[in-house]
């Protein structure tokens, strides 16, 4: 059984263009949570998904940032217009059933933004 | 507001000692668990110990164990024995809702010497 998968692992990004962030969850499981982990920090939640639906985006930017998680693929975070604050590492974790005793975290990806 | 307090942030321990990591979190949720990750270079979430806040028993993991105080709402973890390979990053987690997000601390920079 695989793990969460995230790609890509690096992402480069010059200012004012777009990044898509890739997370495939471990196989079963269909919570979806998104953190950004910015230098010297601990992680900080952005979005919570099941599939088709955004069930809480209390911690995502109100601008610029958006997250789906189609019936079939990967869950995606978009964010349009870079900028260099957005440089961090996304991680994303998945888990059987909301509120379960683990979520599983992928490898993360490092995007920076130049 | 809920937070997670971690007040060490550098530790240093000799190898084949004992090292305890500090953790302090705020939480309104009445049943709930709590999480010490390690985050070695890699990047790569790791998921090291949990407790059940309604369990007394203090949760052990092979040479990890944790000290809960509920009451206290401390949760701190102990290394025994230390390793190399113990070098990481250490984040204490506890929930962020009713949803499964959780909220980490800014975390602790584990240093192992030989």
């Known amino acids: 059984n695989a793990g969460v998968m995230q790609n890509p692992r690096h992402l480069v990004r010059r200012r004012g263009q777009e990044a898509r962030l890739r997370c495939s969850p471990m196989?079963?499981?269909?919570?979806v949570y998104w953190y950004r982990q910015l230098p010297e920090e601990g992680l900080k939640f952005m979005v919570y998904?099941?599939?088709?639906?955004?069930?809480?985006e209390s911690g995502m930017p109100k601008e610029r940032f958006s997250a789906e998680f189609p019936k079939e693929g990967p869950s995606i975070l978009r964010i349009q217009q870079v900028v260099r604050g957005d440089s961090a590492a996304y991680f994303c974790?998945?888990?059987?059933?909301?509120?379960?005793?683990?979520?599983?975290f992928g490898q993360g990806t490092r995007l920076t933004v130049v | 507001a809920q937070t997670v307090t971690q007040s060490q942030p550098e530790m240093s321990v000799q190898e084949a000692e004992t090292v305890t990591l500090s953790c302090t979190y705020d939480?309104?949720?009445?049943?709930?668990?709590l999480f010490w990750y390690k985050q070695p270079p890699s990047r790569q979430m790791i998921l090291v110990i949990r407790q059940e806040a309604y369990k007394q028993q203090n949760a052990t993991e092979n040479r990890f164990s944790v000290n809960f105080q509920k009451a206290a709402k401390s949760f701190s973890l102990k290394i025994s024995d230390s390793q190399l390979g113990d070098a990481a990053m250490y984040f204490c987690a506890s929930p962020g809702g009713s949803q499964g997000n959780l909220i980490f601390g800014k975390g602790t920079k584990l240093s192992v010497k030989p």
């Open positions: 939480t309104s949720e009445s049943d709930y668990y």
């Open positions: 196989k079963g499981h269909s919570h």
């Open positions: 974790a998945s888990s059987p059933l909301p509120g379960d005793t683990e979520a599983f």
């Open positions: 998904l099941q599939k088709e639906n955004i069930i809480d």
